[in-house]
């Protein structure tokens, strides 16, 4: 107690001395409500209103207004050793203090006296000061209304309900829109924005000819079913959705799957297809539940294989958590792990009721039509493996903190329990799953895939057979003083060839006889019984289950007496100090042989069984931290349904956060700014919108359009908005009065992603590969690669350092890119193998139709900044191209490649006007 008394004491003292530095003097009201208002509401709001105030009353006390200090006793005006808060904040007991130790550090002595100095001044307030309004009445949590288009005065300008929006909040505030863009700079910005690739030289001249009056509207058409759409739109959703090909250490798989790749390649088909936001959702979250043998429903779960951690299952839960909500919610879901959410009505039960949806799920690799060995190809996929799977509190937050005092069902916060246009949108009903889901060796083109490749094994087998025999066959021409020795020793060597083919003919015969018999047992054995006599019935099981395990326990002796003879046959070749190694080998063998025939020959027992083929593989984790995989997961026959009751409730038409998040994604890859510029958080700690109404009825249209996003490209792209100059010239009361363009009175300029950077390069050079989907390009293979930056290996580990020093997406998060100016950037478009090759082939390419040196100059200008060389820069260009030809060694086609080099370093290339 006497340590709190010198604490106020000198809190005290530090008021008196205060009032001057803060300009409070003896009249000291006014500035005072200046010093809560402008200081101490914001420092309670960041440490005090979590727990005290609308979101939660602990003991009973508020502390979001004055008047609710003073009510509940924390407060009494011009009394500073009266008011408990300011014992509660200077407090030495750590149990006594305030804010508490687990909510970071105490207040600062500033802050303390600050607190005080208000205080003694009679702790002023705004009249009528409001308290924090009711946390479930926050805008984003409401049911989206479709609000009606506003009637504006500015009818000109208006084409479609989305300037009409934009066109009040100029109205209201006395902007004035800028004037549209030039043909040329919209041909452009349709081009990148849509398909990602710039137009070319004569794109643009018949573009600015164009004399339909749909001129514009027909090329947005036309680009939006451009296969190319697909790839330019994936990459901006892959940025949200954490897209990452497979890294760890080495050769081992620590994160995500290998061939995601088909995840990427669903994407893009997805978008080009306009599938429905929805429905790209529900698959991604549930594709295995919903449709459980359709490969391209299964690769849409890679977004869930992709959170895959080889030691870590909380970290996996932690990840797929958050982003859940960040990216589908726009709610920061993280924040309520350890402890009550500070700002949202989210509770750390809430967490983990949202975990126990995603909590029975693993990753496994499912094979394709086509390729039998899983490390070439297969589609990695999610799927529920352990159905009781029980989801506890982590106390704390900490990992293996159990709280076991309750099972936590999955569910979701009660601020987001709306009315459901689907009445049972978040009932759980186990999924009963095709018996070829999980068997998915029983699946046609598994079947299929190993009959070809036994078949064409065979193949190859009897041809090397009949090669060997011929070789066999021919005469050796030997002196006659070696003849005997070399005859000897050839006739061996030809004996061993020739027997080590023919056991390889018999080994492909026997595994494709097993095969054949292995699959027929499998069909009856677990078949439906079929009508007839049960006796009869089982008697043709057993029939074929013997058959089955006899095939392969004959393939098994083959497969021994070959490893025995090639033993033996390097026996024979091998160097005296080899052969002790050798004959070891083939002690070993032939015990391996007299093995496999006494298990030919031994009977077979009722609880014999033969081995499955392989149709799917579990990715095995090492959550035990033994060293060792865990041990092996089984395929269950039933999936939990809990994540397609998830993908459900995320996609009703009714849910309030879905669609708003999703066009405020839209939005912002369009115009370059958010409606909500806190994209992953919605939330009551994110940023207000700019525009709420716009905000909700797009929203509104896209879930009315049934969830087309094509649909609200189109409206984006029509607006008079998005068609409008970028240039801020002869807009000074403009600028005076919204200098941030918040309110979308001119273009935003827009920095170009790295990825769109790099394919304008190429695809201007006439060098860009279109060739669409399939494997990454590895790393190694990457600077030489022309093909579209998307089909880049890009993982944790590996990023393209072309596109790294364009703020390249990072795979841990990425909702909105970085937009940096760097000096590498620079370097890196001066001194490239990239930019320096490309330079040459564009400038070889403009030179073709260019008439004169100043026709090649306006080209230039024209195809890569789409804008015309006003009269000083078409004379600066001339000039320089003479001097650079003037150099020792220069040529007309080196100066027309340094323009070119030039030009692809302007700000204008690498921006979108």
């Known amino acids: 107690m006497i340590r709190q008394a010198v604490v106020l004491t000198l809190c005290l003292f530090a008021w008196f001395t205060l009032l001057p530095s803060l300009g409070l003097g003896t009249d000291f009201g006014p500035q005072a409500l200046e010093l809560y208002s402008a200081q101490l509401k914001p420092l309670f709001r960041a440490r005090c209103f979590s727990c005290h105030g609308a979101l939660k009353q602990e003991a009973g006390l508020r502390l979001d207004s004055a008047d609710l200090m003073v009510e509940a006793g924390a407060l009494t005006r011009g009394d500073v050793s009266g008011s408990s808060i300011v014992a509660r904040v200077t407090a030495t007991d750590i149990d006594e203090r305030m804010p508490p130790e687990h909510e970071g550090e105490p207040l600062t002595d500033e802050q303390v006296e600050m607190l005080t100095a208000w205080i003694a001044a009679g702790a002023p307030a705004p009249p009528k000061e409001q308290p924090e309004a009711d946390p479930n009445s926050h805008w984003s949590f409401q049911p989206v209304v479709r609000p009606d288009v506003p009637i504006v005065e500015n009818t000109t300008w208006v084409r479609n309900p989305i300037d009409a929006f934009i066109a009040q909040s100029h109205e209201q505030r006395g902007l004035k829109q800028q004037p549209e863009a030039t043909r040329a700079v919209l041909l452009r910005r349709l081009h990148l924005d849509l398909i990602g690739i710039p137009p070319t030289t004569a794109e643009i001249a018949a573009f600015e000819n164009d004399v339909d009056s749909q001129w514009y509207e027909n090329a947005v058409d036309r680009l939006l079913d451009d296969p190319r759409h697909g790839e330019r739109w994936a990459r901006h959703w892959m940025d949200i959705w954490r897209y990452s090909d497979w890294w760890g250490l080495g050769a081992q798989l620590r994160n995500s799957q290998q061939h995601m790749w088909h995840w990427r390649d669903w994407i893009v088909g997805s978008l080009n297809d306009d599938r429905g936001y929805d429905e790209m959702l529900r698959l991604m979250l549930a594709g295995d539940e919903l449709r459980p043998n359709d490969p391209q429903a299964l690769a849409a779960t890679g977004y869930l294989a992709r959170n895959y951690f080889l030691f870590n299952r909380y970290q996996w839960m932690d990840e797929t958590v958050e982003h859940f909500g960040k990216a589908f919610l726009g709610l920061t879901f993280n924040c309520a792990k350890c402890h009550d959410h500070k700002f949202d009505p989210i509770s750390q039960v809430d967490y983990f009721k949202l975990q126990a949806f995603f909590e029975p799920y693993q990753v496994r690799m499912d094979m394709l039509p086509g390729e039998i ?18 989801t506890y509190l982590l106390v704390r937050g900490e990992e293996g903190h159990f709280d076991k005092s309750q099972v936590i069902e999955p569910g979701v916060p009660e601020f987001l329990e709306f009315e459901p246009a689907c009445p049972d949108a978040l009932n759980i009903k186990t999924v009963d799953l095709p018996d070829d889901a999980w068997q998915p060796e029983r699946r046609a083109w598994v079947i299929d895939n190993y009959l070809a490749a036994v078949t064409e094994k065979l193949r190859v087998a009897e041809a090397k057979w009949t090669a060997v025999q011929t070789q066999s066959q021919a005469v050796v021409q030997v002196d006659a003083e070696v003849a005997a020795e070399v005859q000897s020793a050839e006739a061996a060597a030809s004996q061993a060839a020739t027997e080590l083919a023919r056991l390889d003919v018999d080994i492909a015969r026997a595994e494709l006889e097993s ?37 392969e326990r004959r393939l098994g002796l083959l497969r021994a007496q070959r490893a025995l003879l090639d033993v033996k046959r390097r026996l024979v070749a091998a160097s005296d100090d080899k052969r002790e190694a050798i004959t070891k080998e083939q002690t070993q063998a032939q015990q ?7 298990t030919l020959a031994a009977e077979i027992k009722p609880d014999d069984s033969f081995p499955r083929p392989i149709g799917a593989q579990w990715s095995a984790t090492r959550f035990k931290s033994t060293g060792q995989d865990d041990p092996a997961v089984s395929f269950p026959e039933h999936s939990s349904g809990r994540r397609s009751a998830l993908a459900r409730w995320i996609t009703d038409r009714n849910h309030p956060l879905t669609a708003r998040v999703a066009v405020n994604h839209l939005w912002t890859r369009h115009l370059g700014e958010p409606l909500v510029a806190s994209v992953f958080d919605l939330g009551r700690n994110g940023e207000a919108p700019t525009n709420v109404k716009l905000l909700d009825w797009l929203a509104a249209e896209l879930v009315d359009s049934g969830w087309s996003m094509k649909h609200i490209h189109r409206l984006i792209v029509n607006s008079a908005v998005y068609r409008m100059s970028s240039s801020n010239a002869g807009a000074e009361s403009n600028m005076a009065l919204d200098r941030d363009n918040r309110l979308w009175w001119r273009r935003q300029p ?28 590895p790393a190694a293979k990457q600077a030489d690669s022309t093909r579209r930056s998307l089909y880049f290996f890009h993982s944790n580990n590996q990023r393209d350092l072309f596109l790294t020093m364009f703020d390249e997406a990072l795979v841990t998060d990425c909702y909105r890119r970085e937009q940096s100016v760097v000096p590498q950037q620079a370097l890196a478009l001066t001194n490239s193998k990239l930019v320096l090759t490309a330079s040459q082939q564009i400038a070889q390419r403009l030179s073709l139709d260019a008439e004169s040196q100043h026709d090649f100059i306006e080209k230039s200008f024209t195809t890569l900044l789409c804008i015309p060389a006003d009269e000083t820069e078409l004379a600066a260009c001339e000039a320089a191209l003479t001097t650079w030809e003037s150099q020792p060694g220069g040529t007309p086609e080196q100066a027309r490649a340094h323009l070119i080099w030039v030009l692809l370093n302007h700000n204008d290339f690498v921006t979108l006007r």
């Open 592 to 598: 391996a042989v007299e093995q496999a025939q006494q």
């Open 750 to 777: 827009i920095r170009l992603e790295s990825q769109i950077v790099r394919d304008s390069i190429l695809s201007l050079a006439g060098t860009l590969d279109l060739t669409m989907g399939g494997p990454p390009v």
């Open 373 to 390: 060995d899983l490390s070439k190809d297969g589609v990695p996929r999610a799927f529920d493996a352990d159905l009781e799977a029980k």
């Open 515 to 551: 095969l054949r018999k292995r699959y027929a047992a499998m069909y009856v054995l677990e078949s439906p019984a079929s009508d007839g006599d049960s006796n009869d019935v089982a008697i043709q099981d057993q029939t074929l289950r013997i058959a089955a395990i006899e095939s």
